[in-house]
C-alpha cells in the first residue's frame, strides 16, 4: 500500500512565524505536489515537483516556496505565515505508471 | 482553463439505494479522470481512475464512466450503505498546461441514512 503522511495533523501558528510543512512518501514517486482545501474553493495547487530539486509552481503559489532534497520528502514553506493561510494542506504523491494520485492525511494550519 | 462541475452538491439517501454522482468539465483534452472519497476532516481516498481512452471502471459496488466527448463522468454507486457517507470529488488531469495538475470538483457530500 502507497503511504504518504504528513508531519502534523493539526497547527496553530502565529502572523509572521515561518513555518514548514513537510510530507514522505514511501512508494519512491517522482511526482510529489502540495495543495490546500479551502470551504467552497475545493482543493487548489499550490506546488508541484516532479523530481529532486525540480519544481513548477502551481495555481496559487505566492506566498509559499518548497524543498525537495530527497525523493521521498517534499516540503512547504511559509515564509511568513498570514491569515489568509489558515487552511487544510494536504500532499499528495503520483505513481507514474498508474497515473493514480494519492494522498496524505492533511494537516489543518491555522493561523492567529 | 480546465472547470470541473460536481452536481449535486449534497444528497441524502435511505441505505440501499443506488445512485448516481455527476462530474462534468469544459475541456475534453485529458489524460486521465479520477474519483475520491474524502471523510470528514481526513485526506483523500482514490476509488477509481478512468483513462482517457477507456469508457469504464468498476471496484467492487462502484462503478464510474466517462463521455469524454461530452465532458462528463458519473459515479455509480450500489446498494449504498451508512459507511459510504462522505463527500466524493472527481478530478481531471489536463493536457495543456503541462499536463501535471489535477482540476478537482467541489464535491459532492453524500449522506447515506439507516
Given amino acids: 500500500d502507497v503511504k504518504v503522511t504528513q ?3 493539526y497547527l496553530v501558528k ?3 512565524e515561518k513555518v514548514f510543512l513537510e510530507c514522505v512518501q514511501d512508494m519512491d514517486h517522482e511526482n ?14 499550490i506546488y508541484f515537483s516532479y523530481d529532486v530539486k525540480m519544481k513548477e509552481k502551481g495555481d496559487i503559489p505566492e506566498g ?10 517534499f516540503s512547504l514553506i511559509l515564509e511568513s505565515a498570514s491569515t489568509n493561510q489558515t487552511s487544510m494542506y494536504l500532499c499528495a504523491s503520483r505513481n507514474t505508471a498508474s497515473n493514480e494520485q494519492y494522498f496524505g492525511p492533511g494537516t489543518r494550519l491555522t493561523v492567529t | ?12 439517501v435511505p441505505e440501499g439505494e443506488n445512485l448516481v454522482l455527476n462530474c462534468s ?16 476532516g481526513k485526506g483523500l ?4 481512475l478512468i483513462q482517457s481512452s477507456q469508457r469504464e471502471q468498476t471496484s467492487g459496488r462502484l462503478n464510474a464512466s466517462l463521455d469524454k ?46
Fill in chain 1, 14 to 16: 502565529r502572523t509572521g
Fill in chain 2, 45 to 48: 481516498t482514490s476509488l477509481l
Fill in chain 1, 32 to 45: 510529489m505536489f502540495w495543495y490546500r482545501q479551502d470551504p467552497g474553493l475545493g482543493l487548489r495547487l
Fill in chain 2, 1 to 12: 482553463k480546465q472547470e470541473v462541475t460536481q452536481i449535486p452538491a449534497a444528497l441524502s
Fill in chain 2, 25 to 40: 468539465f469544459t475541456d475534453s483534452a485529458i489524460y486521465n479522470l479520477q474519483w475520491f472519497r474524502q471523510d470528514p
Fill in chain 2, 69 to 114: 466527448s461530452s465532458g462528463r463522468s458519473t459515479l455509480y454507486i450500489a446498494a449504498s450503505q451508512p459507511g459510504d457517507s462522505a463527500t466524493y470529488l472527481c478530478a481531471v488531469r489536463g493536457i495543456t498546461g503541462g499536463g501535471n495538475k489535477l482540476t478537482f470538483g467541489t464535491g459532492t457530500q453524500l449522506k447515506v441514512e439507516l
Fill in chain 1, 64 to 73: 509559499y516556496s518548497v524543498s525537495r532534497e530527497k525523493k521521498e520528502r
Fill in chain 1, 7 to 9: 508531519s502534523s495533523r
